[in-house]
T-cell receptor, first 116, second 114 residues
Framework: AQKITQTQPGMFVQEKEAVTLDCTYD???????LFWYKQPSSGEMIFLIY??????QNATEGRYSLNFQKARKSANLVISASQLGDSAMYFC?????????????FGSGTQLTVLP | DSGVTQTPKHLITATGQRVTLRCSPR?????VYWYQQSLDQGLQFLIQ???????AKGNILERFSAQQFPDLHSELNLSSLELGDSALYFC?????????????FGPGTRLTVL
């Protein structure tokens, strides 16, 4: 079974500063993928970034980067130069890459507030 | 805009009733997933369809059922509704079955059971 843990229920960051949102995971699958989604107050789920367990380099997408430490089973999201529009709930999720299960397992989320 | 559409956006109904939530995946996507987001349970996977066939089942109650039609749109049917079924229901789609395929979420249907 897969499990995602996000230990920070809420985080505050000053506008233009960087922030790291923590995510640790547990799985017995040898091959897996890690995803981050953003959920603004309007409710939609927005895909941000993906990291495969065998990817050699950490994933980056614009201001988002994923600090992937396989041995520690962590996949932290780093947001650089925070903007007011980054205020939202952020979810870490994972899925098996080789088995038949294709669904995402989500963490409980971190509510990020960007302060002006 | 993810390209996934869900209707209706909001649904208010009474206990014991039955409702149908509709989802149209992104153009070309064959996989459709349904998730439920509630305050106490978080985001939970319900069921997945691929090209019209059921592929995986999660924590879906027997009162709930789903199907994917030949045009690839999907419907989630919720019956004998209870107060605890109030939640945000998401549909997501992906191109195929590869584990690395990104799931793109629709805007969700907010169900309120009174």
């Amino acid at each position: 079974a897969q499990k995602i843990t996000q230990t920070q229920p809420g985080m505050f960051v000053q506008e233009k500063e960087a922030v790291t949102l923590d995510c640790t995971y547990d799985t017995s699958d040898p091959s897996y993928g890690l995803f981050w989604y953003k959920q603004p107050s309007s409710g939609e789920m927005i895909f941000l970034i993906y990291q495969g367990s065998y990817d050699q380099q950490n994933a980056t997408e614009g201001r988002y980067s994923l600090n992937f430490q396989k041995a520690r089973k962590s996949a932290n999201l780093v947001i650089s130069a925070s903007q007011l529009g980054d205020s939202a709930m952020y979810f870490c999720a994972m899925r098996d890459l080789q088995g038949s299960a294709r669904q995402l397992t989500f963490g409980s989320g971190t509510q990020l507030t960007v302060l002006p | 805009d993810s390209g996934v559409t869900q209707t209706p956006k909001h649904l208010i109904t009474a206990t014991g009733q039955r409702v149908t939530l509709r989802c149209s995946p992104r153009s070309g996507d064959l996989s459709v997933y349904w998730y439920q987001q509630s305050l106490d349970q978080g985001l939970q996977f319900l069921i997945q369809y691929y090209n019209g066939e059921e592929r995986a089942k999660g924590n879906i109650l027997e009162r709930f059922s789903a199907q994917q039609f030949p045009d690839l749109h999907s419907e989630l049917n919720l019956s004998s509704l209870e107060l605890g079924d109030s939640a945000l229901y998401f549909c997501a789609s992906s191109s195929g079955l590869a584990g690395s395929d990104t799931q793109y979420f629709g805007p969700g249907t907010r169900l309120t059971v009174l």
